[in-house]
């Protein structure tokens, strides 16, 4: 096993939402992620990707290849900021301050965050067509889709692996993720125009249930 070292700080923040801030560093690189997590250790908050003069920057294709390798040797906290940043921060974007920002909806547990969900579960539509919608450009965008599409199953999919022949029960299917899939397909971008899909698409990728 190569030796994996990376940088990780916790300073507890006075907010009782939060249990902490965790940066997670890059070796021989200028470039942190940062998040904050909550008390049961969920993720709730990607801030920033940044260097270590507190610029904003993005990952190229060689950061994201050493995060994909420690990313099995990572949990709790750290593995959820990485894996949320790896599937939803496309190579070469730099990601808005607090795009992903769930302070609003997790707040204490993922229990009470049940009760405040903000996903629509469409896994009895795997198979059919759904409509999904995003905005772009001020003009509203509705398009007929296949959900779990045959070639993929893919569309409405949360999270990453397309093509893999994984039984789609290991993974949740939502309305927003279906608009963040069509967003992306039609207008080619995973942040930009789709920036509001997408992190619709992450609080359902964190904390929507799987398909049963």
Not at 37 to 58: H, K, P
Request: glycine share 8%.
């Amino acid at each position: 096993m190569r030796n994996l070292s990376f940088m990780v700080a916790f300073f507890m923040l006075a907010t009782p939402a939060f249990a902490g801030f965790i940066s997670v560093c890059l070796p021989q690189k200028n470039k942190c992620l940062q998040g904050r997590y909550s008390e049961d250790a969920e993720i709730l908050e990607v801030i920033q990707i940044q260097d270590r003069q507190g610029q904003r920057v993005s990952l190229d294709n060689n950061d994201r290849a050493y995060l994909q390798q420690v990313l099995p040797y990572l949990s709790g906290p750290k593995h959820a900021l990485v894996d949320v940043v790896l599937k939803f921060v496309p190579e070469g974007e730099v990601l808005p301050l607090q795009l992903l920002d769930f302070s609003d909806f997790h707040v204490a547990s993922h229990e009470e965050s049940k009760h405040h969900k903000s996903w629509t579960m469409i896994c009895d539509a795997i198979g059919h067509e759904m409509w999904a919608q995003y905005s772009a450009n001020s003009k509203l965008v509705q398009i007929l889709a296949p959900v779990g599409d045959v070639a993929t199953r893919c569309r409405g999919r949360c999270g990453g692996g397309c093509g893999s022949g994984e039984d789609h029960t290991a993974y949740s299917y939502t309305q927003e993720c279906l608009n963040h899939d069509m967003c992306h397909s039609i207008e080619g971008q995973q942040l930009g125009v789709c920036a509001d899909e997408m992190r619709d698409a992450v609080l359902s990728y964190l904390f929507a249930p799987r398909c049963h």
